[in-house]
């Protein structure tokens, strides 16, 4: 295989650089060289990353579904697998990426992820065409009397969910880091283009996922779930082709070693030599003796002070005749130090994301159980599948994104050329964060009509058409328009460029904190809720005996303390749209400015 290997050692955030101007960069020779990366290459890994979404998503959106009517199981527990399951492969990406950047490379773990997706799907393709693998199917989900699926059974279903989980593990923290290596963001065009192409990477998914699952959701339900799992399989196969399709034209950069073992050492060493003043000592920082040939690197910063004890050198027999450190834990370099301050550095909006990730995900769970008791029905002869409702969050995010990006950016480069073209993230944040309240809000109030008018009929399923929950679902997806691709954007931007493969792991992991945090909360309101006497929030097969209006008030009071934690306290830790400006990285002739300090928005 023909690749264009480029070594990333020690490359920096674009907010803590040192530029040296005697030579151009490795990765500048071999991409002009080579004519690699850029759009040419992004557009096999968008087509890839579209595809293989439009797989999982297409499971996802409708695994709820699945496993209430072809595993008779309760809907709290399909809850907890849901969430559990989501959360699983979240925090995969943090194993993902220890193996991408030690061993086998973003590219590498890209395709084996792929892989190991394939798998598991396949397996519950075949949980639904072989009938033995699951227990028979009632017609009527809330009848208690249908049979439960056998322990072996559901072994087979969570062999299939954790080959799923595997191959998201790989994939997810490798997909936008892979393909933001492809622009060489030391340039004015290459950083223009890597801004658009976190918001084009969701746009484009985004609109093959409405396109295809609109088909593939209407088959899984009124079809067949077998041919309906089977039609994503092929795409998962058809993402396969596409990626390995452009793999000449890609920019590969070599695995330098695991952050998170660096990480540990640093706090290793800094612990072993907690005592020790730092005033007099020297730092090891080898990196700067060999800043000519890498070009770059990260400059010492006057945040977490007490990290900086982990590069003193305490007694010259720390080094050996060369200048190299003997032991890697008890004396780290600088460049080692910096990176672990930069990911502590993105900590308070990381607990940002995970409370607007809990509120977001309600949509995929309780949100689709809304669905399954309420009037479906389109004229006489049609009903709406319950896995469709996400579609309506997909499409108001790629609404947004395509107003945004095609309108306002536009409108405002014509009207004042020197103001800011984007919204700050701040202020992307906030208005992410407001609109996941007012979903909740929307979707207590339509569920209490929901039940109230179950009730009065005596019915399973409210006479309430589902066109009522359409607006919580949009704005859902107009919060995860506005928050989530802004925090998305925030790592990658925040974390030096080694560190891309870290920033996809640690986006991933806020989602799956936010699902193990979601399915405690959901198991601590049954347990507290559920007293003789009084109707419990949630459990059960039927919504209507229980109040889930209460539970989406607390989940939106979560929202509005998340709101104040953000406006307070976290948003000083994002960049200010001023100090990116004076961050950018100029061009050979261009010193960068050395930004000391991260300003409040």
């Known amino acids: 295989m023909e690749e264009n290997v480029v070594n990333t050692n020690s490359t920096p955030s674009p907010l803590h650089l040192e530029h040296d101007q005697s030579m151009p960069s490795n990765q500048e020779k071999e991409a002009s060289s080579t004519e690699a990366g850029g759009w040419r290459s992004v557009k096999y890994i968008i087509g890839n990353e579209s595809f293989e979404k439009l797989a999982s998503?297409?499971?996802?959106?409708?695994?709820?579904?699945?496993?209430?009517?072809?595993?008779?199981?309760?809907?709290?527990?399909?809850?907890?697998?849901?969430?559990?399951?989501?959360?699983?492969?979240?925090?995969?990406?943090?194993?993902?990426?220890?193996?991408?950047?030690?061993?086998?490379?973003?590219?590498?773990?890209?395709?084996?992820?792929?892989?190991?997706?394939?798998?598991?799907?396949?397996?519950?393709?075949?949980?639904?065409?072989?009938?033995?693998?699951?227990?028979?199917?009632?017609?009527?989900?809330?009848?208690?009397?249908?049979?439960?699926?056998?322990?072996?059974?559901?072994?087979?279903?969570?062999?299939?969910?954790?080959?799923?989980?595997?191959?998201?593990?790989?994939?997810?923290?490798?997909?936008?880091?892979?393909?933001?290596?492809?622009?060489d963001t030391k340039t004015k065009k290459g950083r223009g283009q890597l801004e658009s192409f976190f918001n084009w990477w969701y746009f484009t998914f985004t609109i093959a996922l409405v396109i295809a699952l609109t088909g593939v959701v209407y088959i899984q339900t009124n079809v067949s779930w077998t041919l309906g799992f089977a039609i994503p399989t092929m795409c998962l196969a058809f993402s396969i082709t596409i990626f390995l399709l452009g793999r000449k034209t890609y920019i590969y950069k070599k695995p330098q070693g695991s952050i998170f073992t660096d990480m540990a050492k640093v706090i290793s060493a800094a612990c072993r030599k907690r005592k020790i003043q730092l005033s007099d000592k020297p730092l090891y920082d080898p990196v700067s003796t060999l800043s000519k040939s890498e070009n770059i690197s990260l400059v010492q910063t006057s945040r977490f002070k007490f990290l900086d004890k982990a590069a003193i050198i305490a007694d010259p027999s720390e080094l050996n005749n060369e200048g190299i450190a003997k032991n890697g834990w008890r004396l780290c370099s600088l460049q080692q130090v910096e990176h672990l301050k930069c990911l502590l550095a993105i900590l308070p909006v990381w607990v940002t994301g995970i409370c607007s990730f809990i509120v977001m995900d309600q949509k995929n769970t309780f949100g689709v159980l809304q669905v399954i008791q309420t009037d479906r029905s389109i004229g006489r002869h049609f009903k709406i599948p319950p896995g469709w409702m996400n579609i309506i969050s997909m499409l108001a995010l790629s609404f947004w994104i395509f107003i945004y990006e095609c309108v306002y950016v536009r409108i405002i480069r014509r009207i004042n050329k020197t103001a800011p073209r984007r919204i700050s993230m701040g202020y992307r944040i906030r208005i992410?964060?407001?609109?996941?309240?007012?979903?909740?809000?929307?979707?207590?109030?339509?569920?209490?009509?929901?039940?109230?008018?179950?009730?009065?009929?005596?019915?399973?399923?409210?006479?309430?058409?589902?066109?009522?929950?359409?607006?919580?679902?949009?704005?859902?997806?107009?919060?995860?328009?506005?928050?989530?691709?802004?925090?998305?954007?925030?790592?990658?931007?925040?974390?030096?460029?080694?560190?891309?493969?870290?920033?996809?792991?640690?986006?991933?992991?806020?989602?799956?904190?936010?699902?193990?945090?979601?399915?405690?909360?959901?198991?601590?309101?049954?347990?507290?809720?559920?007293?003789?006497?009084?109707?419990?929030?949630?459990?059960?097969?039927?919504?209507?005996?229980?109040?889930?209006?209460?539970?989406?008030?607390?989940?939106?009071?979560?929202?509005?303390?998340?709101?104040?934690?953000?406006?307070?306290?976290?948003?000083?830790?994002?960049?200010?749209?001023?100090?990116?400006?004076?961050?950018?990285?100029?061009?050979?002739?261009?010193?960068?400015?050395?930004?000391?300090?991260?300003?409040?928005?």
């Open 57 to 183: 998503m297409s499971l996802i959106s409708n695994l709820t579904v699945y496993l209430l009517t072809n595993y008779n199981l309760s809907g709290l527990f399909v809850v907890n697998v849901v969430q559990i399951w989501n959360g699983s492969s979240n925090i995969a990406s943090i194993v993902g990426a220890f193996i991408s950047d030690t061993y086998l490379g973003r590219f590498k773990t890209l395709l084996y992820g792929c892989i190991a997706s394939l798998l598991g799907i396949l397996t519950i393709t075949l949980t639904a065409g072989i009938h033995q693998l699951r227990p028979i199917s009632c017609k009527d989900i809330h009848t208690p009397t249908c049979q439960h699926p056998q322990n072996w059974q559901l072994g087979v279903l969570f062999a299939g969910l954790g080959l799923l989980s595997i191959g998201a593990g790989g994939i997810r923290p490798c997909n936008i880091a892979f393909g933001a290596d492809q622009f």
């Open 432 to 601: 992410g964060i407001l609109l996941s309240i007012l979903s909740m809000l929307v979707a207590a109030i339509a569920e209490n009509k929901r039940r109230d008018l179950a009730l009065k009929h005596s019915l399973f399923a409210s006479s309430m058409s589902f066109g009522f929950l359409l607006p919580q679902f949009a704005l859902s997806g107009f919060s995860e328009a506005f928050a989530t691709v802004a925090i998305m954007e925030y790592f990658t931007l925040q974390l030096p460029e080694s560190m891309r493969t870290v920033a996809g792991a640690v986006f991933f992991f806020s989602l799956s904190i936010a699902n193990y945090i979601g399915s405690l909360i959901v198991n601590v309101v049954h347990i507290a809720t559920s007293q003789k006497g009084k109707t419990p929030w949630l459990g059960g097969h039927d919504l209507n005996l229980v109040r889930l209006d209460y539970y989406y008030y607390l989940i939106a009071s979560l929202g509005v303390l998340n709101f104040i934690y953000f406006h307070f306290f976290a948003s000083h830790y994002l960049i200010s749209s001023k100090d990116t400006e004076k961050a950018k990285v100029q061009d050979d002739e261009e010193k960068v400015l050395e930004l000391e300090k991260i300003s409040t928005i």
